[in-house]
């Protein structure tokens, strides 16, 4: 069985092909574009084909923005992060973060604010969807 490895995972070829399949039918469906797997540890873990932006915005960005967003959640006594909105002039990214136990999120972008509501409907839905491939990836030990 081939594996892909990256300095802390260690991923199926499978496990990748079926990952980027699910990314693919969320875009398909949808008017989603740049969709992604990122780990919370700021790795990309999985892209659609559609992702053309620099790696650094799909790794480490989304990863600092959520290690903030959680501090910020737990200070305010809110309860755990869910996920995060940016709104840009041309658009919106959306990044869902999944339990505490998982060490994945799903990061993606959009121009249509008026559809968020179902674009939030159909994330979830292909998130959870893919959860148990995300379960099945093994994280090595790193000692820095």
């Given at each position: 069985?081939?594996?892909?490895?990256?300095?802390?995972?260690?991923?199926?070829?499978?496990?990748?092909?079926?990952?980027?399949?699910?990314?693919?039918?969320?875009?398909?469906?949808?008017?989603?574009?740049?969709?992604?797997?990122?780990?919370?540890?700021?790795?990309?873990?999985?892209?659609?084909?559609?992702?053309?932006?620099?790696?650094?915005?799909?790794?480490?960005?989304?990863?600092?923005?959520?290690?903030?967003?959680?501090?910020?959640?737990?200070?305010?006594?809110?309860?755990?992060?869910?996920?995060?909105?940016?709104?840009?002039?041309?658009?919106?990214?959306?990044?869902?973060?999944?339990?505490?136990?998982?060490?994945?999120?799903?990061?993606?972008?959009?121009?249509?604010?008026?559809?968020?509501?179902?674009?939030?409907?159909?994330?979830?839905?292909?998130f959870r969807d893919?959860?148990?491939?995300?379960?099945?990836?093994?994280?090595?030990?790193?000692?820095?």
């Amino acid at each position: 069985m081939e594996k892909v490895k990256e300095s802390e995972f260690e991923i199926s070829q499978q496990i990748l092909d079926e990952l980027m399949k699910a990314l693919e039918q969320l875009e398909s469906s949808t008017d989603l574009e740049g969709t992604a797997i990122v780990s919370k540890n700021g790795l990309r873990i999985a892209s659609s084909e559609t992702t053309d932006v620099v790696g650094d915005i799909y790794s480490a960005s989304p990863a600092t923005l959520i290690s903030l967003g959680e501090k910020i959640s737990q200070s305010l006594q809110q309860g755990e992060l869910r996920d995060a909105v940016i709104r840009g002039a041309k658009g919106y990214t959306i990044i869902l973060v999944g339990d505490a136990d998982n060490d994945f999120m799903l990061f993606t972008r959009c121009k249509k604010g008026y559809k968020l509501g179902y674009y939030f409907h159909k994330i979830r839905k292909s998130f959870r969807d893919i959860e148990p491939l995300l379960k099945k990836i093994q994280t090595n030990d790193i000692n820095y």
